[in-house]
Structures are given as C-alpha cells and as structure tokens.
T-cell receptor, first 114, second 111 residues
C-alpha cells in the first residue's frame, strides 16, 4: 500500500513564526501536492511538484513556498504564519503516466496560528 | 472557469438504503474523474474512478455514472452502512496529474 506521512497531526504556532510542514511518500511517486482544506471551501491546491527541484503554483500559493530536494519528500513552508493560515493541510502524491492520476493522501496536519 | 461542484452539501440516509451523491463539472475537456471518501480525522481515500470514454463503472457496492452530455457525475452506494458515513469528494482531471476537487458531500447513515 502507498503510504504518505505528514510530520505532525496537530501544530500550534504564533503569528509571524516560520512553519515547516513535511510530507514523505514511500512509493517513488513523481507527483506531490499540498492542499489546504477549510469548511465550505473543499480542497484547494497550494503548490505541486512533478519532479525533484520542480514546483508549480496551485490556486492559492500566496503566503506559502515549497521545497522538493528529494523525490520522496515535499515540504510546505509558511514564511511568516498568519491567523488566516489556520487550516487543515493535506499532502498527496501520485504516479506519473499510466493515465490514472489517483492521488494518495496523508492524514493531514491541523495547523492553528494564534 | 473550471469548477467541480456537488449538488448537496449533506445527505442523510437510513442504514440499508441506497445512497446517491451527485456532482456537476464544468470542463467538457476533462477525461478522468475520481471519487474520494474522507473519514473523520483522515485524508481522502480513493473509492472509484471513471474515464470519459465510459458511462458507468462498478466496484464493490459502489457505482459511478458519468453523463457527459450534461456534465454530471454520480456515486451510488448500495446498502449503505454506518461505515460509509464520511465526506465524499468528486475530482476532475483537467491536466495530467492535477485534479480539481468539488466541495464535498457529507453522508450520514442513520441506524
């Protein structure tokens, strides 16, 4: 089974802090994604990556950056956390090619910014 | 613009009944659709998918129907069980690897 793990289930940070959310997948997937999930807004794509050292902006990249130094790891960075970044953050991975594009999700990190 | 939407944010059914969750999409160029299930405290998990060259696909107790004419997708769950209570998302693949998700329908199964 594909396993996607996220470094923390719950995180509490203060406004202005730099926050790192880590995601690791063990299936050698090329594609990795970061979403945030808010009530009534569904899943919104923040950033994604098709390969090592490659990144693309999603629908709501403002206030976030990402890093993909290794194929299995995709990090989401909040340079200066703000209260409106309080949310559930979901990481996902998928395999390129094969035409299926099914995404495998981690359990999520619930971030609270005070 | 691109959007994937679900007709109802919540659905409540009696245990043993069949459930139908609907989804409308707007991009006629989409060629691949996926249904995900998200249980409380977990990330979304794949349930079933369908390609645009099909109009029906069946899995174990689940069936996905695709009507390209009206850009409508539905998920049917037979003999709904308490363990089916979750949030269900449809997703539309427009570009290879990237999905657009609907807002989700919360299914509650009453015993």
């Amino acid at each position: 089974d594909v396993k996607v793990t996220q470094s923390s289930r719950y995180l509490v940070k203060r406004t202005g802090e730099k926050v790192f959310l880590e995601c690791v997948q063990d299936m050698d997937h090329e594609n990795m994604f970061w979403y945030r999930q808010d009530p009534g807004l569904g899943l919104r794509l923040i950033y994604f990556s098709y390969d090592v050292k490659m990144k693309e902006k999603g629908d709501i990249p403002e206030g976030y950056s990402v890093s993909r130094e290794k194929k299995e790891r995709f990090s989401l960075i909040l340079e200066s956390a703000s209260t409106n970044q309080t949310s559930m953050y979901l990481c996902a991975s998928s395999q390129s090619g094969g035409g299926t594009d099914t995404q495998y999700f981690g359990p999520g990190t619930r971030l609270t910014v005070l | 613009g691109e959007s994937v939407g679900l007709h109802l944010p919540t659905l409540s059914v009696q245990e043993g009944d069949n459930s139908i969750i609907n989804c409308a999409y707007s991009n006629s160029a989409s060629d691949y659709f996926i249904w995900y299930k998200q249980e409380s405290g977990k990330g979304p998990q794949f349930i079933i998918d369908i390609r645009s060259n099909m109009d029906k696909r069946q899995g174990q107790r689940v069936t996905v129907l695709l009507n390209k004419t009206v850009k409508h997708l539905s998920l049917q769950i037979a003999a709904t069980q308490p363990g089916d209570s979750a949030v269900y998302f449809c997703a539309e693949n427009i570009n290879a690897g990237k999905s657009t998700f609907g807002d989700g329908t919360t299914l509650t199964v009453k015993p």
